[in-house]
């Protein structure tokens, strides 16, 4: 039955309770940035690049959901031309999606093109239209489940989630949005998309169960996130979709590792009939379902190489290696065993530096460069020239000793990688990255260089940030630099004044005392005498701040030794 498009469309969507498209969202992405702007320019684009690769991987319905988010980061990104394009071609695909016409219209209303989004708005009005017939509503309903289902999927991909407190408070709106979906839905949200529904809900479920688990008296919480996330892992086993079940397995396996930390068994171990299953059958089976697939094998070693168990993740990526050896295809497998390397040779060092076994093997720096080789052949990117970059830093430093050079080529090799590196965006505003060619400059001596690549990276870190390694960095190496400059050393001391102040508005206080408390323990020397050059020249700053790391706190007020008491 036909209907005037001019219905009131606000009325409408009052009774659905729920609103199409993306940008009224309540998300950090459509807000203004918290910090600089450059920093929500590199998270953001980060986010689009990482979805890309599982855009490739996603199935049924779920693929719009990931298309509609590229779009809204393509226009966050100001790249409104691929975000029009994005949401045009859902609209071709799948004619009923209802955030990809409110989100195009949201673009064309942006460009000024006022008949192109009006044309955008009586398309969603006559899409949300509940007609008379059965039929009707029926499709009504089921495109607002699904309208809500892909609302739910932007949640866990939201920009500057810096705390767990910020990143739980996302993921519950996500299952709040999977629960409406499923409320609008029921019956006729087909067997197989909502099987695809349960295994999102429950790899949040999982991931707040990490989150909350850190937590004093989380128990209690923890086991109702636990029993949702297995009954729905529980029911995920049961789809059609070789990719949900081999994953559903995989995180069965994690969960029933978790169950020891729980004062009784969670229920839902009996509940689901995994009572007598061991965890590494589990991930058995999850890996002969996927043994002739790469793209899930990827999937597969990715999360098992994220909860720790980098073995098994490299026998995973070995497995998807023999499917399709063509880095061209797979450089997915050779990528994630390169990193798997490289952090097995850095606990390595780690550990030998605590005096907890030998040296650690340089043949795994060996293998982790033969594979990065392999991608940077056929596919150049940001991320892999600084991954190659790492493990040329690693081969021409002492196994043992960091600040000792063993093999200037390599260094050099890591310079040019990081070169390489910055060609794509947005190598310029990733503090690892001038971290990273700080510390191959300073082990080279050029400590005035290295020193400008720490302050960028110090530049770059995130206001309220407790990872000081930047900081550590520059502090040593202009506290190096006061120790050569001799008899005029004031332009060093004003620069140490002037990034110990911005540290202060970057990091939190005690984060910075604490860096500067260390810096004296450990080169008491140097301190000393820097302390004596600021007292001489009146600069008296510094040295305060330098005292306070290292006298203790006041001791509290002395009780009186016995109390007095009135009678009045």
Known sequence: METDNSEDLESLIEDMQYIPGHFHLELNLNCDPVGPVNLRFRDTYLKQESLQTELEAEVGYLQYAVRNLLGLLAFHLEQLDRAEEIFRSICKEDPGNLNAWANLGFVYDTQGR??????????????????????????TRLRAARCLAEQACVYPYDVELDSDENLRERLMSALSLYNKALHYGGHLIPTEEKRSWYFKMATIYVRLDQIIKTEEDSEYSRLFLYNKGLRLLKET????????????????????????????????????????????????????????????????????????????????????????PDPELNWQAYCTRAKINVILYVNELENAKLGIGGAPDRQKLVEARKDLDRVLTVRPCLRTHLEMAQVYYYMGVDALQESLMVDESSINHALVSLSNALQF??????????????????????????????????????????????????????LNLFMQQGSDPSSIITQLETWVNKAEERYPQDTVKSELRALYRTHTEEVTELSKTLIRTGRLGLVKRLLETVVPKKLAERRPLARSFSLT
């Open 114 to 139: 006022e008949v192109d989004a009006e044309e955008c708005v009586d398309k969603v009005s006559y899409l949300m239209r509940m007609n008379s017939g059965d039929d009707s509503q029926e499709e």
């Open 237 to 324: 086993l049961e789809s059609e979709t070789k990719q949900h079940k081999a994953l559903a397995w995989c995180y069965i396996g994690i969960l029933l590792e978790r169950k020891d930390e729980f004062s009784s068994i969670p229920m839902s171990i009996h509940d689901c009939g995994f009572s007598a299953s061991d965890p590494l059958s589990c991930y058995g089976t999850a890996m002969d379902l996927s043994s002739d697939n790469t793209m899930i094998l990827n999937r597969l070693a990715k999360i098992i190489f994220l909860v720790g168990k980098h073995e098994m993740a490299t026998g995973i990526c070995n497995m998807a290696l023999n499917v399709l």
């Open 425 to 478: 965006k947005p190598g310029d505003i990733l503090p690892d990255l001038h971290v990273l060619r700080g510390r191959c400059l300073l082990i080279k001596g050029e400590e005035q260089n290295a020193a400008e690549c720490f302050k960028q990276a110090m530049e770059l870190e995130r206001p309220g940030s407790t990872d000081t390694t930047t900081l550590h960095c520059l502090l040593l190496t202009l």
